[in-house]
């Protein structure tokens, strides 16, 4: 069973930055993308980036500028490198990995950013 292992949440000030990781239990080639979804108390999950198999990259416009998202094949993993955060970047972040029409999802690491 493939299994997403998620790192690096925790509490931040505003303007600070975090590094969360998600590690996959397979080779990273055998899913065509992998990302960030968050969601916020009372709020539905958005995506907040994703990268493909190519490299390709897309964010949320409310993060662009300030977060990257990057792979490291060798070692199966995605990163999202956060800067500038804001309070209104609190949330769950969950990665997720897509395999054609089958989307896994991690447990999910809290983000707070306090004002």
């Known amino acids: 069973q493939v299994q997403l292992v998620e790192s690096g949440g925790g509490l931040v000030q505003a303007g600070g930055s975090l590094t969360l990781s998600c590690m996959v239990s397979?080779?990273?080639?055998?899913?065509?993308?992998m990302g960030w979804y968050r969601q916020a108390p009372g709020e539905q999950r958005e995506l907040v980036a994703g990268?493909?198999?190519?490299?390709?990259?897309n964010y949320a416009d409310s993060v662009k500028g300030r977060f990257t998202i990057s792979r490291d094949n060798a070692k199966n993993t995605v990163w999202l490198q956060m800067n500038s955060l804001k309070p209104e970047d609190t949330a769950v972040y969950y990665c997720?990995?897509?395999?054609?029409?089958?989307?896994?999802w991690g447990q999910g690491t809290q983000v707070t950013v306090s004002s």
């Open positions: 997720y990995a897509n395999r054609l029409s089958i989307t896994i």
């Open positions: 990268i493909n198999v190519g490299g390709r990259t």
């Open positions: 397979e080779n990273i080639f055998n899913f065509n993308a």
